[in-house]
């Protein structure tokens, strides 16, 4: 039986059981608010998770670039959003694969629905499209209040090359919240913005199919979802530090993580160095707020279960290097000396696990210590 | 023929021309100071761009992780030195290698040092080791001071399992100083602490075979190498907006660059977003001076040629989208106003293109806007 012990370094941990209690725990969510699940796939970027989520209720899924789209279109899912605007770069693959499956892609402006159309036409196709809508998040999308939006959303309705399939939103903006009464506050203003837009189209005659709008600390919080028909969160079926650190989740809930061997740690000094730097964890900073920070992750206090240790984090990478210490220089020897030896291992917990995710080739899939299996990670740019 | 203007985006462009300029002056600047290029690829991770290196005199090369040798070492390299504290986790991975290449790795300790000797000896090899040394980066290495350091090298010296390669160090501190005396100040430290640990070491009875130095900052800024056999500068063959800001390259030096497409650019805003996130640029925050950051990367005014934007640039990025403009909200939508319409094309350049590279899985090789080909990016984990 192979062990966490055994493995080589670094690699990133899957735990199975944190996985399925976090996939089944948010498909309860979104059907018991009456709406569709059409899961992210760019946090796992993995077949055997989508099938996982397909299982327990997911309809089609949402992907963060064609390639991927791609990759999961060759292992039988049929149904997917690309939930990008539209990069007219990419419009040869988009009719390529709309030849395949449902793509179903975004746009927020009169010039990419010019290309699509024109695209469409030529293929003799007819392309399923989103309107991308501003919920306050204020990245992409038309703002509703604009006379722009209207007239675009009646073109897309209209087209005789594209199907509109409705109103789609992202509240980024609910990562910044710090607490679940402001991503609440979030949740709603994500739904009643874009449910609102909506009835006004319905109002001028332009009948919307459905409102998607979805993100996981929105999700997390949201209490209703009338007028909605799906939802797209992606970040929960791992979650990282960035969730646990406000609230969104429990350290515990964090199903992937870091192995890395401790290969420097010089007598006397006030950290140790391991075998897991910026290609193993991403250079996100995690958490928006300073005080939520632990560095690039912090570091478990055993190689299974979600307990962390108090003061020594991963604080600081080079690029296959990282940092591990109590990260305040002359006086953090206390947290590390005796411990940390050259071949130790150690777990760290990614910030940002779709980051993390996309550094490696596969999963480590374990019970505990358990090693089960290996599932790749189709990366490919 | 192709031009950056039909390529599916993002894409990293890879310009040929500043690649051989840069290949060839670092290749004439350490055989003028007397010593061999072993040229650290983990910047490139590209066989093509190896063979040019080793067509321009580099002896052997350098590599990050275990995979990064492996890979060269399928396509011909045959002498390469594994320049990262040996995890003892890789030791079945070093010895498989050892048996087909000239390959050396890198200790700091006793534990890994006697880890090493007993899987030589049951594998009936003697592996190349180096001794690494702390020059002053204090990241590892061992303190040429401190008595274990030369009991260490004595033991490596004196091993019946080990080919004792001699001291090898990284002056990483360089990629912090500001101004080239700062760097030469640097360069100067990181041969002296070693060579004079070498002869210390000579003194004791201990032979040194050879004394290896080497960062791009230092060896940019280097006028001496007496006592010192090779240098193992990377970051060189392309450069970035972290060495360009500090004045160890010119910013038409930087030989990659990411080509993006405009996807949304809503009435008014003051910002237009490209299709080039957090995964075509990763999130090093650049350049450690807060005043020489230009976000994830400046935008250049061009596809072709290396003029940049005054006041553009990629400000922030989530995982596929990248914001661009001039980052002051409220006060850049003069910056970008009637420029940058979706489905336009723009050129940045990365902070940090170690970790870009590692983020895509092929170069377009360019002349000016000319297509060229295609490289491979061998960034297996």
């Known amino acids: 039986m192979t062990t966490v012990h055994d493995l080589p370094t670094p690699a990133l941990l899957l735990d199975a059981d944190v996985l399925e209690r976090n996939v089944v725990a948010m498909a309860r969510k979104?059907?018991?608010?009456?709406?569709?699940?059409?899961?992210?796939?760019?946090?796992?970027?993995?077949?055997?998770?989508?099938?996982?989520?397909?299982q327990h209720g997911?309809?089609?899924?949402?992907?963060?670039?064609?390639?991927?789209?791609?990759?999961?279109?060759?292992?039988?899912?049929?149904?997917?959003?690309?939930?990008?605007p539209l990069p007219v770069s990419r419009?040869?693959?988009?009719?390529?694969?709309?030849?395949?499956?449902?793509l179903r892609v975004l746009v927020d402006s009169s010039e990419a629905a010019e290309e699509l159309e024109r695209a469409a036409q030529r293929a003799g196709l007819r392309v399923h499209v989103w309107l991308?809508?501003?919920?306050?998040?204020?990245?992409?999308?038309?703002?509703?209040?604009?006379?722009?939006?209207?007239?675009?959303?009646?073109?897309?309705?209209?087209?005789?090359?594209l199907v509109f399939d409705g109103l789609l939103t992202h509240a980024g903006h609910g990562y910044h919240a710090r607490t679940g009464e402001e991503r609440l506050a979030?949740?709603?203003?994500?739904?009643?913005?874009?449910?609102?837009?909506?009835?006004?189209?319905?109002?001028?005659?332009?009948?919307v199919p459905a409102v998607s709008v979805g993100s996981t600390p929105t999700m997390a919080a949201q209490d209703r979802l009338d007028g909605v028909q799906e939802a797209r969160p992606g970040n929960y079926v791992f979650y990282d530090w960035m969730q646990a650190a406000v609230g969104v989740c429990r350290p515990e809930d964090v199903a992937v993580s870091v192995l890395a061997?401790?290969?420097?740690?010089?007598?006397?000094?006030?950290?140790?160095?391991?075998?897991?730097?910026?290609?193993?964890?991403?250079?996100?900073?995690?958490?928006?707020?300073?005080?939520?920070?632990?560095?690039?992750?912090?570091?478990?206090?055993?190689?299974?279960?979600?307990?962390?240790?108090?003061?020594?984090t991963l604080y600081a990478v080079s690029q296959?290097?990282?940092?591990?210490?109590?990260?305040?220089?002359?006086?953090?020897?206390?947290?590390?000396?005796?411990?940390?030896?050259?071949?130790?291992?150690?777990?760290?917990?990614?910030?940002?696990s779709c980051l993390t995710a996309a550094l490696f080739d596969e999963y480590v899939v374990v019970r505990g210590e358990e090693v089960q299996g290996r599932w790749?990670?189709?990366r490919g740019r």
Chains 1, 2 share one sequence.
């Open 320 to 352: 296959e290097h990282g940092f591990v210490g109590a990260g305040d220089p002359g006086g953090s020897e206390g947290a590390i000396a005796g411990r940390f030896r050259v071949g130790d291992r150690i777990r760290v917990m990614p910030n940002h």
């Open 376 to 378: 790749k990670i189709w």
């Open 58 to 84: 997911a309809r089609g899924i949402t992907a963060a670039s064609i390639v991927e789209a791609r990759d999961f279109a060759d292992h039988g899912f049929d149904d997917i959003t690309w939930a990008l």
């Open 261 to 312: 061997t401790v290969i420097s740690h010089q007598p006397g000094a006030d950290h140790c160095i391991v075998d897991a730097g910026a290609l193993a964890m991403s250079k996100d900073a995690g958490p928006g707020p300073a005080d939520l920070r632990r560095g690039l992750g912090p570091v478990y206090a055993g190689l299974a279960g979600g307990a962390l240790e108090d003061r020594v």
């Open 186 to 207: 979030v949740a709603h203003q994500e739904r009643e913005v874009t449910v609102g837009f909506a009835n006004r189209l319905a109002g001028q005659g332009i009948a």
């Open 30 to 54: 979104v059907s018991g608010l009456g709406a569709a699940l059409r899961p992210h796939v760019k946090t796992h970027k993995c077949i055997e998770v989508g099938r996982l989520q397909q």
């Open 132 to 161: 991308e809508v501003d919920c306050g998040y204020h990245r992409s999308g038309v703002d509703p209040a604009a006379p722009a939006a209207l007239a675009l959303a009646r073109r897309l309705a209209e087209s005789a090359h």
């Open 91 to 102: 419009l040869d693959d988009v009719i390529a694969l709309a030849r395949r499956i449902t």
